[in-house]
C-alpha cells in the first residue's frame, strides 16, 4: 500500500530535529508541500538540505500564539491552502517530583506544550480548516497514558494534549483530529532518556529495540493520508510493546 499525499499542504512544528523532521521529511517525500517550523532559523534551513520535495521553513515559537497565527498564514500564502497540520513541537525544562516543580517551568512546559498546540489548531481552523476540511495530528506520548517518576509535569501536558485531540475532533469534524503517542524513540529530546535507561528497556520491550523517528513518521504519514479517512478522535501508542510486556517500563 503506497501513502501519497499529492496535492496537500502540510505545516510540522518542531521540525528541525527528530521525530518532527521525520514527519516533514516523509511527507515531502510522499508528494505534500510541508512548511517545517522551530525555533531557530538556520537549524530549519540545514534540516531543509535532507529532505526532497517542496519544503519551505518558518522560524517560530511553537508557545507563542501570534508567531503561530503568523506561521500559518505564511504557509496559506506561500502554497495556497494548509490541509495538515502536526504539532509535534515540545519542552520539557524540568523533571522531578511533580510538587516540586517552580511556577516558572510549569508555566512554559504548558504553554509549549498544550497552550501552542491549542492555539496553532486555532489558526489552522480559522486560516483554512474550516472551509476545506483537513487533518490536525498531535504528538502526545505514552505518558500521558500512565504514571511515570520525574516526568509528571510534562507528561499532564501530554494527557491534556491527548484529550484535547477527543474534544477538537467532535467539535470540527469533518476535519480530522488524531494523535501518537509515542514511547522511547531515539531523539535529542530524550537523550538523557535513552543514555541512561535506553540499553535496558530495550532489552525488555517485545521487539528488542527503542522507536526511531522514521517509526512514528511511517504512523503519522498514514493518519495524514486518506487510507485513513474514517479516523479521527484517537491517539495511537506507539511504543515497541512496552505495554504488553509485564515491568518493561
Sequence with gaps: ????????????????????????????????????????????????????????????????????????????????????????????????????????????????????????????????LKAHPGVIINIASVGGLRAEGFLGVYNLTKAALIHMTRQLAGEIGPTRVVGIAPGLVKTDFASVLVENYGEKMASQLPTGRLGEPEDIANLALFLASDKASWITGETYVIDGGAGVRSGAM
Aim: proline content about 2%; hydrophobic content about 45%; glycine content about 10%.
Design 1 to 128: 500500500m503506497e501513502l501519497r499525499l499529492d496535492g496537500k499542504v502540510a505545516l510540522v512544528t518542531g521540525a528541525s530535529r527528530g521525530i518532527g523532521k521525520a514527519i516533514a521529511t516523509h511527507f515531502a517525500a510522499a508528494g505534500a508541500k510541508v512548511m517545517i517550523s522551530s525555533r531557530k532559523h538556520d537549524a530549519l534551513v540545514e534540516a531543509r538540505k535532507d529532505m526532497v520535495g517542496d519544503v519551505e521553513v518558518f522560524a517560530a515559537n511553537a508557545g507563542d500564539v501570534d508567531a503561530g497565527r503568523a506561521c500559518v498564514s505564511a504557509t496559506i500564502e506561500r502554497f495556497g491552502a494548509l490541509d495538515i497540520l502536526v504539532n509535534n513541537a515540545a519542552t520539557n525544562p524540568y523533571m522531578g517530583p511533580t510538587l516540586e516543580v517552580d511556577e516558572s517551568r510549569y508555566d512554559k512546559t504548558f504553554q509549549v506544550n498544550l497552550r501552542g498546540p491549542l492555539f496553532w489548531c486555532k489558526a489552522a481552523w480559522e486560516g483554512h
